[in-house]
């Protein structure tokens, strides 16, 4: 059974840092591809950040330069450094697990990410 457990999430002013962590059990992070998404309200749920087995990273434009993927297969989790956060980054972030011989998705429960003075 697969789960991932996001944490991190919070109230941070512009142009402050936050990382999110996804711990993940019943799967191994190395050998599948991980993603970050977020959702706002009122909005669909966008790919951030993804990570291949392989190690390959893809941002989405609007957080290239400010956020990084990274993983820890020691600890089997998925972090996103988010360095000068903006206020349209607030949204819930989803910890996202593919397993491409299954076809099967899984996800966290979210994080909240609030960017406001």
């Not at 991932?4 to 512009?14: I, K």
């Not at 992070?29 to 669909?44: N, S, T, Y």
């Not at 990084?68 to 996103?80: A, C, E, G, Q």
Request: proline share 3%.
């Amino acid at each position: 059974q697969v789960q991932l457990v996001e944490s991190g999430g919070g109230l941070v002013q512009p142009g402050g840092s936050l990382r999110l962590s996804c711990a993940a059990s019943g799967v191994f992070v190395r050998r599948i591809a991980m993603g970050w998404f977020r959702q706002a309200p009122g909005e669909q749920r966008e790919l951030v950040a993804a990570i291949t087995s392989g190690g390959t990273t893809n941002y989405a434009d609007s957080v290239k330069g400010r956020f990084t993927i990274s993983r820890d297969n020691t600890k089997n989790t998925v972090y996103l450094q988010m360095n000068s956060l903006k206020p349209e980054d607030t949204a819930v972030y989803y910890c996202n697990a593919y397993i491409a011989t299954t076809r099967d998705n899984y996800w966290g429960q979210g994080t909240q990410v609030t960017v406001s003075s």
